[in-house]
C-alpha cells in the first residue's frame, strides 16, 4: 500500500487547477474596461523579419495616463508594421505615430460594447471552471483506481476524495472571484 503518494497527486491537482486559473487570468487582463493597460496590447503579433512576432518583443508598452497606452518601438524599420498589426487587431484603437513611439488613445466603451464584454469574461469564467472540475474528474479517478489497486485503504480513498474536493471548491470560487471583479471592472460599477 505504501507506493502511492496521495500528497504528490494532490500537488499535482493543485498546479493544473492553478493553471487553470492563471489562464483565465490572462484572458480577463486582454478585455478593454475603458482604462489603459499594458495587457491590452498582448494578443497583438506583428509581420516583421519574414515572421509574426509578439508585440513585446519588438517594443516596450506603458500606460502614461489612464487613458492612453505608449508603444516605444526599439527598430525604427519596425514602426509601421507595429501600427498596422495595432489596427489590425480588432481592438479599435487607432494609434497616433511619433517618431519611433505610438500613442494609443483607450475610447470610451459603449454600453453595448460593456455589455459584450462582460459576456465574455463570464464565458472565460466557464471554460476555467469546467478545466478544474476536469482536473477533478482525474484525481477521483486516479483515486478509484489506487484503491481498486489495493495501493490506498478504503479510509484513505475517502480522505483524499475530500481534499480534491476542498481544492476543487477554492479554485472554482477563485476563478469566479476573478471574473466578478472583472465584470464590475467592465461595466464600471
Known amino acids: 500500500m505504501a507506493d502511492f503518494d496521495g500528497a504528490a497527486v494532490l500537488a499535482d491537482l493543485e498546479r493544473r487547477m492553478r493553471g487553470a486559473l492563471e489562464t483565465l487570468k490572462h484572458d480577463l487582463g486582454g478585455l478593454r474596461t475603458g482604462r489603459a493597460s499594458a495587457a491590452l496590447l498582448d494578443p497583438v503579433t506583428v509581420e516583421v523579419y519574414g515572421s509574426a512576432m509578439p508585440l513585446n518583443q519588438l517594443a516596450t508598452v506603458t500606460a502614461p495616463e489612464p487613458r492612453m497606452l505608449s508603444v516605444q518601438v526599439w527598430d525604427r524599420s519596425n514602426v509601421q508594421p507595429v ?107
Open 83 to 189: 501600427e498596422k498589426a495595432i489596427r489590425a487587431a480588432g481592438l479599435g484603437l487607432n494609434p497616433i505615430v511619433e517618431g519611433q513611439t505610438l500613442r494609443l488613445p483607450i475610447p470610451d466603451l459603449t454600453e453595448e460594447r460593456r455589455r459584450e464584454l462582460a459576456k465574455l469574461a463570464a464565458q472565460y469564467a466557464e471554460k476555467a471552471r469546467v478545466a478544474i472540475r476536469n482536473v477533478r474528474r482525474d484525481g477521483m479517478e486516479a483515486l478509484k483506481a489506487a484503491e481498486k489497486k489495493g495501493r490506498i485503504s478504503q479510509d484513505e480513498h475517502k480522505r483524499l476524495e475530500g481534499e480534491v474536493q476542498k481544492l476543487t471548491d477554492r479554485n472554482v470560487a477563485e476563478a469566479d472571484m476573478a471574473a466578478e471583479a472583472k465584470e464590475k471592472e467592465i461595466l464600471g460599477k
